[in-house]
């Protein structure tokens, strides 16, 4: 059964740089699209990067410019680097994979990021 962990979130100071990995450990196949999401208590959890299988990327407005996704195939790890964080980044943040080689979605526990001086 695939499991999606997340790691690196944490405290950082406000335009400092965090990087979340997100690794499967089992195998999601070489066909799959990866997003994060965050959510803050009260709202709805929101989009904050996605690659495809075909290696295009999206960003949220908020975000663009300052986060990066990316992905190691062979390690089947997802990562999210963010630079100049703002207050406003305060959130959880869950990894999520759909796997078209399993046709399954998969989502991680989360991972609290914290932007404060």
């Known amino acids: 059964q695939v499991q999606l962990v997340e790691s690196g979130g944490g405290l950082a100071q406000p335009g400092g740089s965090l990087r979340l990995s997100c690794a499967a450990s089992?195998?999601?196949?070489?066909?799959?699209?990866a997003r994060w999401y965050r959510q803050t208590p009260g709202k709805q959890r929101e989009l904050v990067a996605g690659?495809?299988?075909?290696?295009?990327?999206t960003y949220a407005a908020s975000v663009k410019g300052r986060f990066t996704i990316s992905r190691d195939a062979p390690r089947n790890t997802v990562y999210l680097q963010m630079n100049s964080l703002k207050p406003e980044d305060t959130a959880v943040y869950y990894c999520?994979?759909?796997?078209?080689?399993?046709?399954?979605?998969?989502w991680g526990q989360g991972t609290q990021v914290t932007v404060s001086s």
């Open positions: 089992g195998s999601i196949g070489n066909i799959y699209n």
């Open positions: 690659v495809l299988t075909t290696g295009s990327t």
């Open positions: 999520n994979v759909f796997s078209y080689n399993n046709n399954q979605n998969y």
